[in-house]
Structures are given as C-alpha cells and as structure tokens.
C-alpha cells in the first residue's frame, strides 16, 4: 500500500480487497462514495460526474472519485443491478460525531441481481429467483430461492441430470446462479445462464461440499436431519440448497429466518417442460418482443394483488401433474365461479392490498418504513374505517 494512503483510504482498499468483484458503496456522511477503478465504472454506467479528492496533484497521482446522496442511493444501486453489476455496501458503524480518529466502517450487505428485496429493483408481478446448479458426472442437483418471499426449493436429478437442469433454469429464469465447478465449466450450462437467460455466475467453490451444506440446510430448517425434509436420498439436492443457504449468508449478513420451508421438487408433481417449448408455448411471454402482451398469462391474469399474480404465473410456469393436486386447484376456482357474491366481495377486499409477502422480507432486513406497514391493509377497509 503507498506510504502516502490515507487512513480513510487504507480502509476503503482493504473493504475493495474483500470484495474486488463488487462496486464498493463507501459511507462518507450523506454520501456514498466510490473511488479508483469503481468511481470510472460508475462514473460511465449512471452518467454521473467524474472528480478527484487530489486537485493540487498532477493529474496522474489523482484519485478518481464520484458518489451518489445517500437518501437516494437506492435508485442508483437499482440502475446497477439492471446492468447486472454486484454492490457491496461499507456503511458507518458508529456515529462520526462521537468517534475517536478514524470513523468505524464495515461491509453490511451485498446485493446482487439475484438478491435484491427493495420493490424498486423489483417486478412486483414476477418472482426474483437466486439459483444454485450442482453437477457431478452424470447427476446432478439445483435449488432456487425468492428472497424477497422467502420461497425455497430443491430438486434432485440421479440421472441425466445436464437436461433436466437446463430445463429447471428455464423454468425458474433466475436472475443469478452460483454454480459448482463442474456445472461452471460445462459449456452448455455456462452458456444457457449467460447468453439465453442473461444471468449472472457465481463460482460455488467449496460451498457445495456435502457435509457442510447438510448442516446449513439442517440449521435453515430446524430439523434434525436432511431425512426430515425427504432429502435423505436426494444427495445433489442437498449440495445445491447447502450452497445457496451459503451464499445467502455471506451477501445478506442478517437473519434469514423468513426462509423457514423447503419444497423438493419431483418429476412426478410438475411437468418438466423443455425451454424451446416453453417459448413456443408462450406461457408468460410472446414469442415476437418477449412481452406478457399476447401470452397465455395475459389472456389469464385478472389478478389483483401481486402475491396472486406471482402465483398465477407459477401455475403456468409448473403445471401440475398430481391429478389430485388439479382436482383441487380446479374445486376451488369452480366455488368461486359459482358463488357470484362471495367472489364480488373476496375481489373488492383484496383490491389495494399490499404485497404480504415482500413486506416480511423488508421486516427481517430492517427496511420496512411506515408505508410499508400500512400497505397489507386493503384500502377498501382503510376507506371504510376512515367513513
């Protein structure tokens, strides 16, 4: 490190050292700033103003430097994420006013494509999915989380494992996957996540290994065994959902007890469905632009909250095959049809109500505010209270 370093920039390089692959948010009062490479990057990617904190110098000695205000820093770290990039943010500890010499900092968070909880970096209609991929010869294993709902869920595959994978990550589209070695270095993996799906790779390294992936997925779910959740055959499965739970953990920094169910999924419960004919299909999507516009969704989707709609699509997106599990899907939907009132009032209830499941994510981070909590009231109800 040069002699002639700051304290305070002696302590951003090292935060930058931790996590070189991540655009370094440095709390500095009511900003956020960025220096060196991360202030260029930046700079360019939101079109933001280029300085330096050393004028009197020549310009080669200078450090480039830019920030964002701090009040507003999330509409900043949104644009990035869109881009794909990954934001570690290095907050005060300590409140500067009150410390002795250098101001206590540390890495409080990382958000990343798949990890982001904030509604303004999210579609409220579609579920935000994180992917682990594990690959060993000829079996293999992956499990997807929503973080923002909580959803978890895990699939083995024994057997031909690369197609059923490929299959999976169309299914699921997930914004970030972490995968093993081998699943990074299969190319038609690798390139499926990054050339068709768009999605961001993470190297699993020794996050899917066995027995430690078993013991965090036990922790996660306060069971006793890996038995308990049926994943006592299900070997890969538990590698993938042991690494995902990792990653989890080392991004998030916080309590992750929202996540408190694991769904295995079966060849027998959902039809697997190949991403070509997915597309076809057009399920959620048209063919033509990629919208929701023509698609079966659209035609569907008379949904009025966003829990409903995420649901909604991840019926089409899994269709069932347990002809009991459709015989009760179908039971339900036919009581609605044919209670005319009882429907009238279910829709007026729920129209305006607030997205239930994204505000218990923001309520573990610590990130609901005051209209966060008053938005599961339906606002039928608060126009009620209010008459």
């Known amino acids: 490190m040069p002699p002639e370093t700051t304290p305070m920039m002696q302590?951003?390089?090292?935060?930058?050292?931790?996590?070189?692959?991540?655009?370094?948010?440095?709390?500095?009062?009511?900003f956020y700033e960025m220096f060196n490479e991360d202030a260029k990057l930046v700079s360019k990617e939101l079109e933001l103003t280029l300085t330096s904190r050393d004028r009197g110098k020549p310009e080669a000695q200078r450090t480039p430097m830019c920030?964002?205000?701090?009040?507003?820093?999330?509409?900043?770290?949104?644009?990035l994420i869109a881009k794909g990039y990954k934001v570690a943010i290095c907050e005060q500890m300590e409140d500067p006013a009150l410390a002795k010499g250098l101001v206590d900092r540390d890495i409080i968070r990382i958000i990343t494509p798949g990890t982001v909880t904030e509604s303004s970096m999210l579609e409220e209609n579609k579920s935000?999915?994180?992917?682990?991929?594990?690959?060993?010869?000829?079996?293999?294993?992956?499990a997807f989380c929503d973080l923002s709902t909580g959803e978890f869920c895990a699939a083995n595959y024994p057997a031909d494992a690369v197609s059923h994978i490929l299959n999976e990550l169309g299914r699921f589209a997930p914004r970030e996957a972490v995968c093993a070695d081998a699943a990074a270095e299969h190319d038609e993996i690798r390139t499926f996540l990054t050339k068709r799906l768009g999605s961001l790779v993470e190297a699993g390294g020794d996050r899917f290994e066995y027995l430690a992936a078993a013991a965090r997925v036990c922790e996660q779910f306060d069971v006793q065994s890996t038995d308990e959740l049926g994943l006592g055959e299900a070997p890969a499965a538990v590698c993938a959902a042991g690494a995902l739970l990792a990653y989890l953990h080392e991004t998030q920094k916080c309590d992750l007890g929202h996540i408190r169910r694991?769904?295995?999924?079966?060849?027998?419960?959902?039809?697997?469905?190949?991403?070509?004919?997915?597309?076809?299909?057009?399920?959620?999507?048209?063919l033509r632009s990629g919208e929701?516009?023509?698609?079966?969704?659209?035609?569907?989707?008379?949904?009025?909250?966003?829990?409903?709609?995420?649901m909604l699509r991840g019926w089409l997106?899994?269709?069932?095959?347990?002809?009991?599990?459709?015989?009760?899907?179908?039971?339900?939907?036919?009581?609605?049809?044919?209670?005319?009132?009882?429907?009238?009032?279910?829709?007026?209830?729920?129209?305006?109500?607030?997205?239930?499941?994204?505000l218990i994510g923001r309520i573990v981070y610590g990130t609901a505010g005051g209209r966060d909590l008053v938005a599961p009231v339906s606002y039928t109800h608060l126009r009620a209270h209010e008459t």
């Not at 302590?11 to 009511?30: A, V």
């Not at 935000?128 to 992956?142: C, E, I, K, R, W």
């Open 292 to 310: 929701k516009r023509g698609s079966l969704l659209w035609v569907l989707d008379k949904t009025k909250t966003p829990m409903g709609a995420r």
């Open 128 to 142: 935000n999915y994180l992917g682990a991929v594990y690959l060993s010869g000829q079996s293999g294993g992956t």
């Open 67 to 79: 920030g964002v205000p701090y009040h507003s820093a999330d509409a900043y770290i949104a644009r």
């Open 317 to 358: 997106e899994r269709p069932l095959l347990s002809v009991t599990d459709i015989d009760r899907r179908s039971g339900a939907v036919a009581a609605l049809v044919n209670d005319t009132i009882r429907r009238e009032e279910l829709i007026a209830g729920m129209t305006g109500l607030g997205d239930m499941e994204r």
């Open 262 to 286: 694991l769904e295995l999924l079966g060849d027998d419960h959902y039809m697997e469905l190949d991403y070509t004919t997915r597309r076809n299909l057009e399920l959620t999507e048209n």
């Open 11 to 30: 302590q951003y390089l090292r935060m930058k050292e931790l996590h070189p692959d991540c655009i370094l948010f440095f709390r500095l009062g009511d």
